[in-house]
Each structure stands twice: as structure tokens, then as C-alpha cells.
């Protein structure tokens, strides 16, 4: 009976290990991809004319000023550990007043554009930064293993952001573009699915088909950018 507590001890340990370092790996490439997501919406939105993140503060890197108990901790926390193939998280929206833009429906899409396209960037830039640190020396390897697998976090979290938040369903960023490029009758349409947005989007969650219609693209996306850094 004691043996048996030990083995159920001793696998405890070592799930809350797996646990610790899971999190310990995500959270700063999490953290990085929310907060520049979101402060490159309101970045966009300042220099076409709309000044309102800047004027709340919210123009600034200080993960305090984005976070979101549910969608920045609770949600990504809850996925590692019950074992998701990718993660997903929010931050607080950035405030945006599309009236205050200079030309609203057209600068509406770059604005939207502007976190999809940060996360590609950050996908890539970390691709970079995975490739050099594998090809660090042996003697490194307490700095490259850990940097290593930020990298490749990195990489699958900014995919996840980019392709997510480009699916045309307001109150997604491609949903805020579908409604830019669309004629007026048809974009009025669309717009009046934003306050079921995220309900739909759930559904499609609970029921499958949006990890089956995205996920292969994620994991395909993610999966070439990280073997294109890793060597043979």
C-alpha cells in the first residue's frame, strides 16, 4: 500500500513539474505576443488620426497596463494544463475610436491588420532567433535549450494570433476587415454579428469545427517555420 502511494506520489510530482515548466516556457512568448498584438492596434490607430489609446496609456509595453485575469492568465494557463496542442489568450482590447480616423472604413483596416501582422512579424523574428540558438556550442546549452523552446513557444503562439484573429467574424481583426472591404449593405450585414461574435466562436469551439478548419493551418504554419530553423 505505501509503494503504491509512493508511485502515485512520485507522478503527482512530476505532473506539477511538467506543469511548472510548461508555464515557465510559455509565459513571457504568451505574455510578448498579447501585448504587442494589442499595442500595435492602438500604435496604427494613433498615427491615422485616432489618439485615444495613447491618451489612456495604453501605448506603452507594461504588461499591467494589457493584462486580462481570464483571457491573459486563466485561459492559457487552463490549456496547458490540460494538455492543448496550442495555446490561445487575450489582452484587454485597445481602445479605438474608428470616428476619430482620418478616413474610417478604409483606415479601419489597417488597424485591424496591424495585430495579425505584429504576430507574423514576431513568428518570424523568433524563427531568426530559434535558428541561432541551436547552432550555439555545447558549452551554452543551459542558455540555448530553455531559449529554445521560448522560441519555438513563441513561434506556435503568434501563429495561433495571426490566423485566429484573421477569420472574417467581427469582432476578430479579419472580421473588422471583411467590413473595410466590403460594399455598405453587405458590410452593415457582417457588422451586426460583432455582439454574437464571441458566442459564435465558441460554438464553433465546443462543436470542432473551427480546430478542424484551422488547426491543420496552424500546426502546418508553425510546424515549417520551426523545422526551417532547425538544423537538417
Same mark, same amino acid.
Given at each position: 500500500?505505501?509503494?503504491?502511494?509512493?508511485?502515485?506520489?512520485?507522478?503527482?510530482?512530476? +505532473?506539477?513539474?511538467?506543469? /511548472?515548466?510548461? $508555464?515557465? &516556457?510559455?509565459?513571457? @512568448? =504568451? #505574455?510578448?505576443?498579447? !501585448?504587442?498584438?494589442?499595442?500595435?492596434?492602438?500604435?496604427?490607430?494613433?498615427?491615422?488620426?485616432?489618439?485615444?489609446?495613447?491618451?489612456?496609456?495604453?501605448?506603452?509595453? +507594461?504588461?499591467?497596463?494589457? /493584462?486580462?485575469? $481570464?483571457? &491573459?492568465?486563466?485561459? @492559457? =494557463? #487552463?490549456?496547458?494544463? !490540460?494538455?492543448?496542442?496550442?495555446?490561445?489568450?487575450?489582452?484587454?482590447?485597445?481602445?479605438?475610436?474608428?470616428?476619430?480616423?482620418?478616413?474610417?472604413?478604409?483606415?479601419?483596416?489597417?488597424?485591424?491588420?496591424?495585430?495579425?501582422?505584429?504576430?507574423?512579424?514576431?513568428?518570424?523574428?523568433?524563427?531568426? !532567433?530559434?535558428?541561432?540558438?541551436?547552432?550555439?556550442?555545447?558549452?551554452?546549452?543551459?542558455?540555448?535549450?530553455?531559449?529554445?523552446?521560448?522560441?519555438?513557444?513563441?513561434?506556435?503562439?503568434?501563429?495561433?494570433?495571426?490566423?485566429?484573429?484573421?477569420?472574417?467574424?467581427?469582432?476578430?481583426?479579419?472580421?473588422?476587415?471583411?467590413?473595410?472591404?466590403?460594399?455598405?449593405?453587405?458590410?452593415?450585414?457582417?457588422?451586426?454579428?460583432?455582439?454574437?461574435?464571441?458566442?459564435?466562436?465558441?460554438?464553433?469551439?465546443?462543436?470542432?469545427?473551427?480546430?478542424?478548419?484551422?488547426?491543420?493551418?496552424?500546426?502546418?504554419?508553425?510546424?515549417?517555420?520551426?523545422?526551417?530553423?532547425?538544423?537538417?
Amino acid at each position: 500500500m505505501g509503494e503504491i502511494r509512493t508511485d502515485l506520489c512520485l507522478s503527482a510530482c512530476m +505532473n506539477i513539474d511538467a506543469i /511548472i515548466q510548461g $508555464i515557465s &516556457t510559455w509565459a513571457l @512568448p =504568451v #505574455l510578448f505576443a498579447i !501585448v504587442l498584438h494589442e499595442v500595435a492596434h492602438g500604435w496604427v490607430a494613433d498615427k491615422l488620426g485616432d489618439n485615444t489609446a495613447r491618451f489612456m496609456g495604453r501605448l506603452t509595453l +507594461n504588461p499591467i497596463k494589457h /493584462i486580462d485575469p $481570464i483571457g &491573459t492568465v486563466l485561459i @492559457p =494557463v #487552463l490549456l496547458l494544463v !490540460v494538455g492543448s496542442p496550442f495555446l490561445f489568450g487575450y489582452a484587454k482590447p485597445v481602445p479605438i475610436n474608428f470616428r476619430k480616423l482620418r478616413n474610417p472604413k478604409r483606415d479601419m483596416i489597417w488597424v485591424a491588420l496591424a495585430g495579425p501582422v505584429t504576430n507574423l512579424l514576431l513568428a518570424l523574428i523568433s524563427t531568426l !532567433v530559434l535558428a541561432v540558438t541551436v547552432n550555439m556550442p555545447g558549452s551554452m546549452e543551459w542558455v540555448s535549450q530553455p531559449l529554445a523552446l521560448m522560441c519555438q513557444a513563441s513561434i506556435i503562439i503568434n501563429v495561433v494570433l495571426c490566423i485566429f484573429n484573421l477569420l472574417p467574424l467581427p469582432p476578430l481583426d479579419g472580421g473588422r476587415v471583411a467590413v473595410g472591404l466590403l460594399p455598405g449593405p453587405m458590410a452593415y450585414q457582417l457588422s451586426r454579428l460583432e455582439p454574437f461574435g464571441f458566442l459564435i466562436i465558441i460554438l464553433l469551439l465546443v462543436s470542432g469545427v473551427l480546430q478542424s478548419v484551422i488547426g491543420p493551418l496552424i500546426m502546418g504554419s508553425a510546424g515549417a517555420l520551426i523545422n526551417l530553423a532547425l538544423p537538417g
